[in-house]
């Protein structure tokens, strides 16, 4: 029996197989799949099963799944055709007989108004219809979102946005996957939903001063009308859809949809979560 993590060649993916293997996890019990296998050779070196599966492909999840005892399925990419993929991975679950299928679900899901939040949902009332034993982790923002950003961000001299003076319960990658390994590992998780996010929220406002004071430098936050937001990401390069998606997210964090409240994370990974100012330094540093 093996714990199978989907979409393992990606950032999360690959973290949650390391926190697996840090956790003592036998790495013979973990299959890594992904459609590049090719990038996990370094797991592959170090014992860890790597299976070819991609969501589109039907057959390649059986394989994937083959002898599954828990499966975590980290949602897809590809905005809009998500449903249907993860349908795809929950009816292969359900066929190899898993006890437990976790999912990376989106914070607040169950009232949230966000675009984004669509597919998230959908794929919640199918894990509740399916039978399958399933917990479902609804993840906060990434603190990534923004310090991926940083370089644009200094380089403009301001920090945009659509989030008014909202507050957004962001937590580092590393944190949301430790937490995934976590439930993997426990027992009894069928059932469970956790709420994810940092343990100290901010506004867009706060994230600007700090940037401003680890950098030594002026950054001002710059609140824009959602359509105006959407509009300079698309100027950056983003598809306009995706642009225009992001800009609504930015709306529900002004209406509190990313605002997480108690301690799940936290609980979860058994330290504090990674704090907004720790990750601001930390990607300064590597600028």
Same mark, same amino acid.
């Given at each position: ?37 090719? =990038? ?29 005892? =828990? ?22 679950? =359900? ?71 909202? =507050? ?120």
């Amino acid at each position: 029996m093996s714990i199978v993590i989907t979409g393992a060649t990606g950032q999360l993916g690959r973290r949650v197989v390391e926190a697996l293997l840090q956790r003592n996890v036998p790495a013979a019990e973990i299959v890594a799949a992904g459609r590049s296998i090719g =990038k996990l050779a370094d797991f592959e070196a170090r014992g860890v099963q790597v299976r070819t599966m991609d969501y589109t492909d039907a057959a390649s999840v059986a394989q994937a799944l083959d002898g599954a005892s =828990k499966v975590l399925l980290i949602s897809g990419s590809e905005v809009g055709q998500r449903v249907d993929q993860h349908r795809t991975v929950i009816e292969a679950a =359900k066929a190899a007989g898993v006890e437990l299928i976790a999912y990376t679900s989106i914070a607040n899901a169950d009232n949230t108004g966000m675009k984004l939040a669509a597919e998230h949902q959908a794929t919640e009332a199918i894990l509740k219809d399916s039978g399958v034993p399933f917990a479902i982790l609804r993840n906060g923002w990434y603190l990534e979102n923004y310090t991926e950003q940083l370089q644009g961000t200094l380089a403009q001299g301001a920090l945009a946005g659509s989030a008014g003076e909202g =507050k957004v319960s962001a937590a580092s990658r590393q944190d949301y996957a430790e937490a995934a390994a976590a439930v993997l590992i426990a027992e009894n998780q069928a059932g469970k939903v956790y709420e994810l996010g940092g343990d100290e929220a901010f506004t867009l406002t706060e994230l600007a001063q700090e940037i401003s004071t680890a950098a030594n430098q002026d950054v001002a936050y710059q609140d824009l009308p959602a359509s105006d937001y959407a509009g300079l990401l698309a100027g950056f390069g983003v598809p306009q859809a995706f642009a225009d998606i992001l800009a609504d997210s930015d709306l529900g964090i002004a209406r509190g949809d990313l605002l997480v409240s108690g301690s799940d994370l936290r609980a979860l990974i058994g330290r504090p979560t990674t704090p907004m100012p720790a990750a601001v330094r930390s990607a300064l540093a590597a600028v």
